[in-house]
C-alpha cells in the first residue's frame, strides 16, 4: 500500500475494504471492463471558475483506447487578460508563456476537433465542460460527460480525499502539478482506477446505482450499467449488505457507578505507568518519562477516587491525553464501569479511537487488549439512517439533480464499505437538503419497526456498543445537549474528561439556545410541502400503497398541512425582510453580521412590522404542527404499512414545533436568562438569515443540569488559564458556584518543550498602536519585511477580513516577486483545502482568520513563525459582548472580555512549537502590549519568559539570524 493511500484512508476502514483499495495499482494498467471504446481524457487550466468572466490560459487531452493512451493535445490559451498571481503561483504560467498563444475560442474549437465526438472523461466534469461549452457550443462536444470525481466517491468512498493529485498518488500514477498535460497523464490513471473499483462493487450494487432516477440525465449511469451488464442480474439488497459488513457486538451493558461503591486505583501506582517499565513505557519506543505528564494523572486519579472536579492546562508536550485516558481505563476496568471522554473536535476523537487507545489496549500487559472496550458516539444527526437512504433512493425522479443522484450512490457504496462511522467520514459534499433526508432526529426513528435496528443500523449499534464500553469517546455537543435533555442519550456515565475545554463553554452554549432559521424553515416548508407537492402529497400515495379504508380523511388532512405551510413561507419570506430593515449594515468587511437585538431595534418601526409578522408565523407554525398530528392519527390506520411515514411526519413536526419555540422566545424578548440576536446574511440569495435565543450565563445551567448527574469531571486545554488566573474558565463552566469549599481544584502544568532554546517572541517598538494612520503602513513594511527574512513559512492570524485582504493585495504580488507564495484564507474557500496547500509547500506562507487561531498544527519546517497583528478582543459589536457590557458595566472587561483574549493570544502562539524539534518566533504586532497597563497580562501569559522589544528594523535582523532559511 502506498503511503499517500494509506493517508488517505479513513481511520476505522476495514481489512478488507483497505487491502482492495491496495490491490488496485497494479490492476490499473491489465484489467479489462468491456469499455474499450475511445474516451477523451481532458483538462484545462483557467484565470478563475467562473466562465462568464474568467478564461482559459492551457487545454491539454488525450485519446485512451482501454489502458493505452493512443493520441495527445496540447495548447496554451490567449485568455484576452491579464493571469492573477494566484494562478501564477498554482500553475506557473505566466502571461510571457501565453504570448502567440491562439484565442480561446479558437483553442476550444481545435480541442473539440480533436475529441471528435467521443465520450469526455474529466475530473470535476461540470468545470471543464462549464468553459468549453461556453467557448465553442454544447454541440461540438456531443458525447457523455464522464466525471471521475463523481466516479470516485463512488468507487472508493472510504478515502479522505477525492482530489485528482491526492487519487493519483495514491494509485501509483505520476503527481500532476496543476497543469493541463500533467494533468492528462494523472486522469489516465484515475479513469481507470475508478474503473476498477466500481467492478469491486459488484454487478448488483452497480445494477441498483444506475437504476437510480431513471428519468433523470446522469452521466455516471451509463458507466455504472455497463460495467454491471458484464454479469449476471442480481437483485441488491441493502439489509443484507449490511448484514454481510457488520458483526453484532452483544455485550452486554456496563453498572451505573451511582449504583456500586467503586475503586480506585492508588495514585502511585498509575504514576508508575508513566515509567518506562510502565504502560507509556510499552506503548512509545524510546519514550521519555515526563513529569508534568505523571503528575497529570496523580490529577485525574485523586479526582475520581474522592469524586472531585479539577481543571488543568497542561502545555504543549506534556502529552495530557494519555495522562487522562490511563488512570481512566484503569478506573474503568477496575470497576467495570463507563468513563466518558469529551473532545471538540474530530481529529482528536479520531487521535483517540484509532490511536492512543488501542495501543493503550495492547500495553496493558495483565489482560488481553480485547478486553478494553472503547467506542466513539455522537448524536442522530451525525449518522446516515439507513432506513431514509433507502427511502430517499427510491424516491429520485426524473426532477433529480445529478449531484443529488451522485451522493446518494456514494452513500450507499459507503455503508457496504463501512461497519461503522458517521457522516463525517463521508468525503463527499453533502447539502443540507440532502443531509437530512438521509440522516434521522429521535422523533423520526421507527426503532424496532426498522428493518435496520438495532445492529444493522449505524446508531443503534453504535449506541449498544457504547453501553458496554469502558471508554466512550464523545463530542462537546452531544455531553452537553444530554445534560440540557436530562440524560438518556448517553449511557450513564459518571466520571467525566472534558479535553480542549477552553471551547466547552461555546459548544455548551449552543446547546442552550434557541435558533428560528429562514434555511432551516424553507427546508421544512419545502420537505413537507405546499401546492408544488413533497411529503404531504407523497403521504397520500403511500396511504394507498398501504391499503388504507379511508383514503379521504388522509387527503383532507394532507391538503390542509399543505395549505398552512404555503402560508407560513409566504410569512417567512416577510419576516426576514423587514428584520433585515431593522438591523443596521455593518462595516467589518464580512457579507453576515450577528446583532443583538436591543432596545433600539426593538422600539423601530421595521422590527414592530416584523414583530406582526412573527407573531402570525408562530400561529401558522402552531398550526401546521397541529395539522401534522391530525395527518398522523389518520395514517394510524395504516398499521405497520405506514409506520415510516408516520415517523416522517413525526421528526418534521418536531423540527417545526422547536422553530416555532425558538421565534416566539426572540420575538417576545421576555427571558432574562437569554441574549437575543438576529444573523443577517446580505449576499444576493443567501439564505442563512436567523433570529437566535443564546444563554448568557452557561456555567448557571450546567450548575442546573450537568453537575447533579455525574460524580467527577476533569477539564483538561493548553489554554484555560489567564495567566495564572482560572477563574475566568470557572466561572464559564460553573465551578466557582458549586457550593462546596474547595469543591474543584486548578493545576496548571507546565510544558515539557524547551521554549527558551526553541521560540522567541518579539513586539517591535516603533509601530505604534491600530487604529492610527502610521500603523498599517508601518505593518504592511513589518510583514513584508518578516516574509523575506524567514523565506516562508510565515502565519498571519488576523482579527478580521478587511485588513487581511488589504494587505493581502499589497503584499502578495511584492512577495511573488521575491520568489516567496502568500495564500489567504478567501471567501468560499475550504479550510482543509487551505491546511493542505500550506503543509504542502514549506516556502508558503498563509494570512488567516478565526478558524486558524486554534487547533492548527504544522510542525516543522512548515510553519516557523506566527505574527498577530492586533491582539485577539473580541468583535465590539457581539451580541454575547455588548450584553455583557450592558449589564455588568465596565467590570465585564475583567471578567470577560480581557480573559478571553489572553486565552486566545496563548492558542494563537501554540500553533508554533508542536514538537520538541521545532523552532519559531511570535511576532507581535501590536503596541498595546507595551503601552497599556494590561499589556504585561498578555505578556506574562506567553510561553516564553524573554519577550524581546526593539525597533523593527533591528527585530527583522534578529529574526533572520536565529530563525530564517
Not at 344 to 359: F, H, R, S, V, W
Not at 884 to 897: K, L, T, V
Not at 952 to 958: F, G, I, N, P, Y
Request: aromatic share 8%; charged share 25%.
Amino acid at each position: 500500500m502506498s503511503l499517500t493511500l494509506a493517508r488517505l484512508l479513513v481511520p476505522g476502514t476495514d481489512d478488507d475494504v483497505a487491502h482492495a483499495y491496495a490491490a488496485t495499482s497494479a490492476r490499473v494498467a491489465e484489467e479489462t471492463f468491456g469499455l474499450e471504446e475511445e474516451v477523451a481524457l481532458v483538462d484545462i487550466e483557467t484565470t478563475g471558475f467562473d466562465p462568464g468572466r474568467d478564461a482559459p490560459i492551457e487545454f491539454a487531452a488525450a485519446i485512451m483506447r482501454g489502458p493505452e493512451i493512443v493520441a495527445r493535445f496540447h495548447t496554451m490559451v490567449d485568455p484576452g487578460r491579464d493571469v492573477p498571481l494566484e494562478i501564477v503561483q498554482l500553475t506557473g504560467i505566466t502571461q510571457e508563456a501565453l504570448i502567440g498563444a491562439p484565442p480561446a475560442e479558437k483553442a476550444a474549437l481545435d480541442l473539440a476537433e480533436f475529441v471528435g465526438g467521443r465520450d469526455v472523461v474529466a475530473h470535476n466534469a461540470p468545470f471543464d465542460r462549464g468553459f468549453l461549452e461556453h467557448l465553442a457550443g454544447p454541440s461540438r462536444f456531443p458525447g457523455e460527460w464522464i466525471d471521475t470525481l463523481q466516479l470516485s466517491l463512488i468507487a472508493f468512498p472510504r478515502l479522505a480525499s477525492h482530489r485528482l493529485r491526492d487519487l493519483a498518488e495514491a494509485f501509483g500514477a505520476h503527481t500532476p502539478s496543476h497543469r493541463a498535460q500533467d494533468d492528462v497523464e494523472a486522469l489516465a490513471t484515475v479513469w481507470r482506477a475508478c474503473l476498477c473499483g466500481l467492478n469491486d462493487l459488484g454487478p448488483a450494487l452497480l445494477g441498483r446505482l444506475a437504476a437510480l432516477a431513471p428519468g433523470a440525465k446522469w452521466p455516471a449511469r451509463s458507466t455504472l450499467a455497463h460495467l454491471a451488464a458484464g454479469a449476471p442480474a442480481t437483485r441488491f439488497d441493502l439489509r443484507t449488505a449490511r448484514s454481510e459488513r457488520v458483526s453484532a457486538e452483544k455485550g452486554d451493558a456496563l453498572c451505573d457507578a451511582n449504583d456500586i461503591e467503586c475503586a480506585t486505583p492508588a495514585v502511585d501506582q498509575i504514576a508508575a505507568e508513566f515509567d518506562s517499565g510502565g504502560i507509556a513505557g510499552r506503548m512509545y519506543a524510546g519514550f521519555e518519562a515526563r513529569a508534568e505528564q505523571a503528575e497529570m494523572a496523580r490529577v485525574v486519579t485523586s479526582a475520581f477516587a474522592s469524586g472531585a472536579y479539577a481543571a488543568i492546562e497542561a502545555g504543549t508536550g506534556v502529552g495530557k491525553s494519555l495522562a487522562y485516558l490511563v488512570p481512566a481505563v484503569r478506573f474503568a476496568l477496575m470497576n467495570e464501569v463507563g468513563v466518558g471522554i469529551a473532545t471538540k473536535t474530530n481529529a482528536l476523537m479520531d487521535q483517540l479511537i484509532y490511536g492512543e487507545l488501542p495501543a493503550l489496549a495492547s500495553a496493558l500487559g495483565d489482560l488481553p487488549a480485547a478486553e478494553l472496550r472503547f467506542v466513539a458516539l455522537k448524536g442522530y444527526e451525525h449518522y446516515p439512517c439507513v432506513r431514509k437512504l433507502e427511502r430517499f433512493a427510491n424516491s429520485l425522479d426524473d426532477r433529480a439533480a445529478p449531484d443529488a443522484i451522485g451522493v446518494v450512490a456514494a452513500l450507499i457504496a459507503w455503508c457496504v464499505q463501512s461497519s461503522w462511522g458517521d457522516v463525517s467520514a463521508i468525503n463527499a459534499h453533502l447539502p443540507r437538503e440532502v443531509l437530512g433526508e438521509v440522516t434521522a432526529s429521535a422523533a423520526e426513528c421507527t426503532r424496532k419497526h426498522c428493518g435496520y435496528f438495532p445492529y444493522r443500523c449505524y446508531l443503534h449499534g453504535v449506541r449498544r456498543r457504547a453501553a458496554s464500553a469502558h471508554i466512550v469517546v464523545t463530542n462537546h455537543a452531544l455531553l452537553f445537549r444530554d445534560a440540557v435533555a436530562s440524560g438518556g442519550i448517553l449511557p450513564p456515565i459518571r466520571f467525566w474528561v472534558v479535553d480542549e475545554a477552553h471551547a466547552a463553554e461555546s459548544e455548551a452554549r449552543k446547546q442552550l439556545s434557541m435558533v428560528c432559521s429562514r434555511l432551516e424553515l424553507s427546508l421544512l416548508f419545502t420537505a413537507l410541502g405546499g401546492s408544488r407537492g413533497g411529503f404531504a402529497e407523497e403521504i397520500s400515495k403511500r396511504a394507498r400503497r398501504a391499503g388504507v379504508a379511508d383514503p379521504g380523511a388522509i387527503d383532507s388532512a394532507s391538503a390542509e398541512l399543505s395549505q398552512t405551510i404555503e402560508e407560513a413561507a409566504t410569512l417567512t419570506a416577510s419576516l426576514f425582510e423587514f428584520v433585515r430593515d431593522a438591523v443596521p449594515a455593518a462595516d467589518d468587511g464580512y457579507d453576515v453580521v450577528d446583532v443583538r437585538i436591543d432596545t433600539q431595534i426593538r422600539q423601530s418601526p421595521s422590527w414592530a412590522a416584523a414583530l406582526r409578522v412573527g407573531r402570525s408565523l408562530a400561529q401558522r407554525l402552531d398550526a401546521a404542527v397541529l395539522a401534522g398530528r391530525r395527518l398522523a392519527l389518520a395514517l394510524e390506520e395504516g398499521g405497520g404499512a405506514t409506520a415510516d411515514a408516520r415517523a416522517d411526519l413525526a421528526g418534521l413536526l418536531t423540527r417545526v414545533a422547536d422553530q416555532h419555540i425558538a421565534l416566539t422566545t426572540v420575538i417576545d424578548g421576555e427571558a432574562s436568562e437569554y441574549v437575543y440576536h438576529a444573523t443577517i446574511d446580505r449576499r444576493p440569495a443567501a439564505r442563512a438569515d436567523r433570529l437566535a435565543a443564546s444563554r448568557l450565563d452557561v456555567g448557571e445551567a450546567l450548575l442546573d443540569d450537568f453537575y447533579p448527574r455525574i460524580r467527577s469531571v476533569v477539564f483538561t486545554s493548553a489554554t484555560i488559564a489567564a495567566g495564572d488566573d482560572f477563574s475566568h474558565f470557572a466561572h464559564a463552566v460553573g465551578l466557582d458556584r458549586l457550593g462546596e469549599e474547595e469543591a474543584y481544584r486548578t493545576v496548571r502544568l507546565a510544558s515539557s518543550y524547551d521554549f527558551a532554546r526553541q521560540m522567541g517572541a518579539f513586539v517591535p517598538t516603533d509601530l505604534g498602536e491600530p487604529g492610527t494612520p502610521a500603523y498599517h503602513e508601518a505593518l504592511e513594511r513589518l510583514l513584508y519585511s518578516v516574509h523575506v527574512a524567514m523565506g516562508g513559512s510565515v502565519l498571519t492570524l488576523f482579527t478580521n477580513r478587511r485588513d487581511m485582504d488589504r494587505l493581502y493585495r499589497v503584499l502578495a504580488p511584492r512577495l511573488a516577486e521575491q520568489g516567496l507564495s502568500l495564500l489567504v484564507q478567501g471567501r468560499g474557500v475550504s479550510t482543509k483545502r487551505l491546511r493542505d496547500e500550506f503543509l504542502a509547500d514549506v516556502h508558503a506562507s498563509l494570512f488567516a482568520t478565526k478558524s486558524f487561531w486554534e487547533g492548527f498544527d504544522a510542525p516543522g519546517e512548515t510553519l516557523r513563525c506566527v505574527v498577530v497583528p492586533k491582539l485577539p478582543f473580541g468583535q465590539v459589536g457581539d451580541p454575547l459582548t455588548r450584553e455583557r457590557e450592558e449589564r455588568y458595566g465596565r467590570a465585564a472587561w475583567s471578567r470577560f472580555y480581557l480573559p478571553a483574549a489572553i486565552i486566545e493570544l496563548k492558542q494563537a502562539a501554540g500553533r508554533l512549537i508542536r514538537s520538541a524539534s521545532d523552532t519559531g518566533c511570535l511576532i507581535i504586532a501590536d503596541g498595546r502590549v507595551l503601552t497599556k497597563s494590561y499589556g504585561r497580562e498578555f505578556l506574562g501569559a506567553l510561553p516564553v519568559a524573554d519577550v524581546e522589544r526593539m525597533p523593527t528594523a533591528t527585530m527583522v535582523a534578529r529574526v533572520s539570524e536565529r530563525f530564517g532559511r
